[in-house]
């Protein structure tokens, strides 16, 4: 079962301009992370925000978190062309001694040059 | 620093054949995963270990097994393939309050 699900399923943007992607997730999580997948690659973890963290940033990366809403949300500020690629959020719920991230479908997004 | 390594990278199987898809991590983590990604689903977590010796099932573990005899690998098997298995498969690995490390992926089709 997808526990995340992001909004939208496919943006395009110019390059210079703002990305915002949205995860909307339905149980109790422990933290949210975000991932990053060029085409025909392997994931590359972006940013991990825990269950206490409203906010948190890393470079030209904005994550929030609102765990009253069960909802996060990515912005990508001054894209670039190389910013194009597949973005997922993934839950991870409470689950004693094991780790399982669930992931949603995906946010595909074209910054286009 | 290789971090997640994945063989092999492409296969081809007929239905009914078996095989098996390696995974070896060189960052000494506790936790390994294996995951499909079908189109437009995301991924789907199969099998997963917390540890040596320790394997357990997700949420799409029929028709595969997996061992983990040995902390930096994390096998997985399919005894008899269906076209249904036919997906890009993708090991991960990971230490505790931190982000996955995934490997490049395996791209199976079962003709």
């Known amino acids: 079962s997808q526990q995340g699900e992001e909004d939208p399923q496919a943006l395009s943007i110019q390059e210079g301009e703002n990305a915002t992607m949205n995860c909307s997730y339905k149980?109790?999580?422990?933290?949210l992370q975000w991932y990053r997948q060029n085409s025909g690659r392997g994931l590359v973890h972006l940013i991990l925000i825990r269950s206490n963290e409203r906010e948190k940033h890393s470079g030209r990366l904005r994550v929030t978190l609102d765990t009253s809403k069960k909802s996060s949300s990515l912005l990508i500020t001054a894209s670039r062309a190389a910013d194009t690629a597949s973005y997922f959020c993934a839950t991870e719920r409470p689950s004693g001694s094991a780790r399982q991230l669930t992931f949603g479908s995906g946010t595909q997004l074209t910054v286009l040059p | 620093n290789a971090g997640v390594t994945q063989t092999p990278k492409f296969r081809v199987l007929k239905t009914g054949q078996s095989m098996t898809l390696l995974c070896a991590q060189d960052?000494?983590?506790?936790?390994m995963y294996w995951y499909r990604q079908d189109p437009g689903m995301g991924l789907r977590l199969i099998h997963y270990s917390v540890g040596e010796g320790t394997t357990a099932k997700g949420e799409v573990p029929d028709g595969y097994n997996v061992s983990r005899l040995k902390k930096q690998n994390f096998l997985l098997g399919l005894e008899s393939a269906a076209p249904s298995q036919t997906s890009v498969y993708f090991c991960?690995?990971?230490?505790?309050?931190?982000?996955?490390?995934f490997g490049s992926g395996t791209r199976l089709t079962v003709v």
């Open positions: 991960a690995s990971s230490e505790q309050y931190y982000g996955y490390t």
């Open positions: 149980t109790s999580i422990n933290n």
């Open positions: 960052m000494n983590h506790e936790y």
